[in-house]
């Protein structure tokens, strides 16, 4: 049994070689840390099909068959009643399970689309729509994850700010 579950859209290519983006090297170091100290980990990933991508004696990475939302619906399922950590490893992935075990990361703005871009530089008509729904979406999975979470990891101070405007009482979450 695991005694720490992260929860991450990529942490391997489908070449089956580490992803060296910014998140995946944050989880990597936060993942080496708990092997040193011989604390036992699973990685839960999106993937093409379900099987164990990785395993050795302190890590397993589990590679999940689904879509870039239905991971959201699926995680918990995968993660031990019994575990000591659950770690989410991006803040859209807190809708709708994480609670007051989970610790998230928050890595940036993603929901900071300008909307005024010329028509003629857009990728279709419905842009504009596609990026108010977007930024409302991400807007409010942040409050439902701050609201819900244990504490939030933010590499980005723009969390920091919305909490300070419309969340107050949950600044101390944030870290």
Not at 69 to 84: C, L, P, Q, R
């Amino acid at each position: 049994m695991c005694d720490a579950y992260f929860v991450t859209r990529f942490y391997y290519g489908y070449d089956r070689k580490l992803l060296n983006g910014g998140s995946e090297i944050h989880l990597r170091e936060i993942v080496n840390i708990f092997q040193t100290k011989g604390i036992n980990t699973k990685i839960i990933q999106r993937w093409y099909k379900n099987e164990i991508i990785y395993k050795d004696e302190y890590l397993e990475v589990e590679g999940v068959k689904a879509s870039q939302f239905s991971i959201n619906f699926i995680w918990k399922k995968k993660v031990s009643k019994k575990a000591k950590i659950i770690h989410l490893n991006d803040i859209s992935l807190s809708f709708p399970f994480a609670d007051k075990k989970t610790t998230i990361t928050f890595h940036g703005v993603g929901w900071d689309i300008p909307t005024n871009i010329p028509y003629k530089y857009a990728l279709d008509k419905y842009f504009r729509i596609k990026a108010h729904l977007f930024r409302y979406y991400s807007i409010n999975n942040m409050k439902f994850a701050v609201t819900r979470s244990k504490k939030i990891l933010s590499v980005d101070s723009s969390l920091l700010r919305i909490v300070q405007h419309q969340l107050p009482e949950f600044r101390e979450k944030i870290i």
